[in-house]
């Protein structure tokens, strides 16, 4: 079957890079200076040629298959200035990458369209949001590491993720950061990780070697979806010590692939035993490693990507009922 060209927009690097796994073209909208939203193929993520940089005035003037949506402004503004009524009325999606931010469990999501397809990036933010009318599908994340990359774990210390963790308020959570950091030796990378002590970005290429250094990765985060640096340690055969909220809490099962619970003591008191004994560490993180091979995989990914865009194109199954 032939490839489909799709046009989308520069959400989450790390995402995009992943997506282009799919057996399709991506036309992804770029602005000079690559402000957020249109990057294009900017910055050192190693791209892959099926991802196309298109500056956005030009997209009214190329022929697509289908309209892949990320965030609201792109629905609620870009399509309206940027594509013609014949792209507008293309197959579309909305990925929805985050939980509801508002209510938990009470807020309808913007699209509420049957003739839109909502993907949701874990069940858990399918169960939370409203969805409407549209119709919904999970597709869950697929990740993929250097296949030299082995946990070495040599440093007594644990290792945090995460962009931008001081400007991101309570949910991403800075501050139980801050407090484990005052007992247990931790890392912070990603970008802005200076404002709160931390290291740097590491590139995204050499992100999987940096962290296998580590004992294990620390999550703080409160209330967001699954975080794909998560599932990259985890297939690099870390341990995670996580909150055992949204879906993080059917992910890490407790003495298996690390430890996920709900008061920040517990957490410390488990990063505490994994900085003094290597052996349980290694062993965790083994658990870790099986459980994103067979949860997370880059070919499952792919496959549900390239099923969702033909099934929208009309070259598909049935849609999926909606929760």
Same mark, same amino acid.
């Given at each position: ?31 000079? #200076? ?10 050192? $993520? ?16 190329? @022929? ?11 629905? @609620? ?22 939980? =509801?931010?508002?209510? =938990? ?34 597709? @869950? ?5 250097? =296949?030299?990359?082995?946990?070495? #774990? ?79 340690? $985890? $297939? ?48 965790? #993180? ?38």
């Amino acid at each position: 079957m032939r490839r489909l060209k799709v046009l989308t927009w520069h959400t989450h690097g790390s995402y995009l890079h992943y997506l282009s796994n799919a057996p399709h073209d991506f036309y992804v909208l770029s602005k000079p #200076g690559c402000p957020p939203g249109y990057g294009g193929r900017c910055g050192s $993520m190693p791209w892959r040629d099926n991802l196309i940089d298109l500056p956005a005035e030009l997209a009214r003037h190329h @022929e697509f298959d289908c309209i892949l949506f990320q965030d609201d402004y792109q629905w @609620e503004k870009d399509q309206y200035e940027l594509l013609t009524p014949a792209q507008r009325a293309l197959p579309r999606i909305y990925l929805e990458h985050d939980p =509801p931010m508002a209510h =938990p469990a009470n807020t309808r999501h913007p699209v509420d369209d049957p003739d839109v397809l909502l993907v949701h990036v874990t069940p858990f933010n399918a169960l939370m949001w409203d969805s409407g009318r549209s119709p919904v599908r999970v597709i @869950e994340h697929g990740v993929t590491v250097p =296949p030299e990359v082995y946990y070495g #774990g040599e440093l007594a210390r644990g290792l945090v993720v995460t962009n931008h963790l001081a400007r991101r308020g309570r949910r991403m959570g800075p501050d139980l950061f801050l407090q484990a950091r005052q007992t247990v030796p931790l890392d912070l990378v990603g970008m802005a990780a200076q404002e709160l002590g931390g290291l740097d970005e590491i590139e995204h290429a050499r992100l999987p070697a940096f962290m296998a250094r580590y004992r294990f990765l620390f999550s703080p985060i409160r209330y967001s979806s699954l975080g794909l640096a998560v599932i990259e340690a $985890m $297939m690099a055969g870390l341990p995670v010590v996580a909150f055992a909220t949204t879906e993080i809490a059917t992910v890490i099962e407790n003495g298996v692939s690390g430890y996920a619970a709900t008061d920040l003591p517990t957490l410390v008191e488990h990063m505490q035993v994994l900085l003094g004994d290597p052996a349980l560490a290694r062993h965790l #993180g083994e658990g870790a490693h099986r459980t994103a091979r067979d949860r997370f995989s880059i070919g499952r990914f792919s496959s549900d990507w390239d099923a969702a865009l033909r099934h929208v194109t009309g070259l598909g199954a049935t849609r999926q009922e909606k929760i």
